[in-house]
């Protein structure tokens, strides 16, 4: 499960063992049913904090989302009206502190300016798989989508599949997957249809 969330979050959410749990685009990992944080985060707590405690004092409205000591993002949904000027003040924030800024749907994430992110995470996930597939919804997610692909392309995979999340703020990207489903339904009724194939041919059926 590789995510934006934080691995607790994740953990809550699921609650599912066996699984991998890679939190905030892989900054984190479980190991051993402990939350490892990259090393390369430490430099950059203090700016992010200070970053969050800004935000917080100019943008009342929004919603500021500490993802521990990791990442902070900024949401307005909850305030379409803050967005643009939300925005514009993120991105020089962000710069201003040589942080990375990632953009979102209807939110921006500051990070440490590490070369970590879900395409790197899952590429390292799928070491040593032969094949893989990885879903996903917003344009974080399309950068697993190309590590996928390269990995194919230099034949570390034999084959993989990109699963785009359709939702009516998906970008380009995701709608261009080589499978395209309507929403979480839709995700759920796919991974619903694959578990039953499977099954199927485990009992020697077609």
Request: hydrophobic share 50%; aromatic share 6%; no cysteine.
């Amino acid at each position: 499960m590789v995510s934006g969330r934080p691995v607790a979050f994740l953990r809550r959410a699921l609650a599912l063992d066996g699984l991998v749990y890679a939190g905030v685009h892989g900054f984190e990992r479980e190991v051993g049913g402990t939350v490892v944080v990259d090393p390369r985060v430490e430099p950059w707590t203090a700016a992010l904090a200070e970053l969050a405690d800004e935000a917080e004092a100019r943008f009342p409205g929004a919603r500021v989302e500490r993802k521990g000591r990791v990442a902070v993002a900024f949401h307005w949904r909850e305030a379409p009206g803050l967005g643009a000027e939300l925005a514009r003040w993120a991105e020089q924030a962000i710069a201003s502190r040589g942080l990375h800024r990632r953009p979102g749907r209807m939110v921006v994430e500051a990070l440490p300016p590490a070369p970590v992110d879900k395409g790197t995470t899952v590429a390292d996930l799928a070491a040593g798989a032969r094949y893989a597939a990885f879903a996903g919804d917003d344009a974080g997610d399309v950068v697993a989508f190309g590590a996928l692909r390269a990995l194919v392309a230099s034949g570390a995979l034999a084959g993989a599949a990109t699963i785009g999340v359709r939702s009516v703020e998906s970008p380009p990207g995701v709608l261009g997957a080589d499978v395209v489903v309507d929403g979480p339904a839709g995700l759920a009724a796919l991974f619903g249809a694959l578990a039953d194939a499977v099954t199927r041919r485990a009992r020697g059926g077609p």
